[in-house]
C-alpha cells in the first residue's frame, strides 16, 4: 500500500496491516514532483521491500525501516 497517512503506518506497525506499506512524507507538493520523485526512487523502494514491509519516502531521501 502507498499512503501519505500516518495512520496506516501507526496500523502497520501495531497491528502488521497492511503487510507493505510505502509512506510518502514529502507534504504538499505538485503531481510532477511527486510523480518525479517517484521515478526517482524506484528501484530503490523496489528493492527496500525485499529488506523491511515499512519504507517511508521523504523528499530528499528513502528511509528502509527495520522489520524488529
Given at each position: 500500500?502507498?499512503?501519505k497517512d500516518r495512520d496506516f503506518r501507526d496500523s502497520h506497525l501495531?497491528?502488521?496491516a497492511p503487510r507493505r506499506?510505502?509512506?510518502v512524507s514529502t507534504g504538499n507538493?505538485?503531481?510532477d514532483?511527486?510523480?518525479a520523485l517517484f521515478n526517482q526512487h524506484l528501484?530503490?523502494?523496489v528493492a527496500a521491500f525485499g529488506e523491511a514491509s515499512l519504507v517511508?519516502?521523504?523528499s530528499g531521501?528513502?528511509?528502509v525501516h527495520d522489520d524488529e
Open positions: 500500500m502507498v499512503s501495531l497491528r502488521g506499506l510505502l509512506v507538493i505538485s503531481n514532483d511527486l510523480l528501484t530503490a523502494v517511508e519516502l521523504r531521501e528513502l528511509v
